[in-house]
């Protein structure tokens, strides 16, 4: 994708809502993919941004299960470790429910960051500025 390409209004549009369909995740998914299996012989700049969005919010979804499973690993494993019966004891915090915190932390900041980005994303490509995600973006334009 060179500077060289100008996107018409409705191509800025069709990309920003390929980017901004990430808040109706995990559905939004198929907004991109329709709109990239429709302009991708018609349009580079459309065929580039709205296959950005499908991997974007693949690896987005991908994570996010990669992060829910470590999760509930470590957060079972920590009931376990809390007390030799699996009972917490009442009125202590156990040191070892702080793994599963930290993860939920975690992955609730994934969420936001990924979340923001995409809406910045949105942004760009609605004002017609060629917009990449990080690593992503890269790959995209070698596929295609």
């Avoid at 060179?2 to 191509?11: H, L």
């Avoid at 549009?13 to 995990?26: F, G, K, T, Y």
């Avoid at 996010?64 to 019966?85: D, E, K, Q, R």
């Avoid at 609730?108 to 500025?129: D, E, R």
Wanted: proline residues 6%; charged residues 10%.
């Amino acid at each position: 994708m060179g500077a060289s390409i100008v996107p018409n209004r409705d191509e800025r549009i069709m990309a920003a809502i390929c980017h901004a369909s990430i808040v109706l995740e995990p559905i939004g998914l198929v907004i991109p993919l329709i709109i990239w299996i429709n302009q991708k012989d018609k349009s580079r700049y459309m065929a580039f941004q709205a296959l950005q969005a499908v991997a974007f919010q693949l690896a987005r979804l991908i994570g996010a299960f990669i992060g829910i499973g470590c999760y509930l690993v470590v957060g079972i494993a920590a009931i376990f470790l809390a007390t030799p019966s699996g009972v917490p004891i009442p009125g202590r915090f156990p040191s070892e429910m702080l793994p599963p915190l930290v993860i939920a932390g975690i992955i609730i900041l994934f969420a936001i960051g990924t979340f923001i980005y995409a809406i910045v994303g949105t942004g760009m490509t609605l004002f017609g500025k060629d917009f990449r995600y990080i690593l992503i973006g890269g790959w995209v334009e070698q596929f295609m």
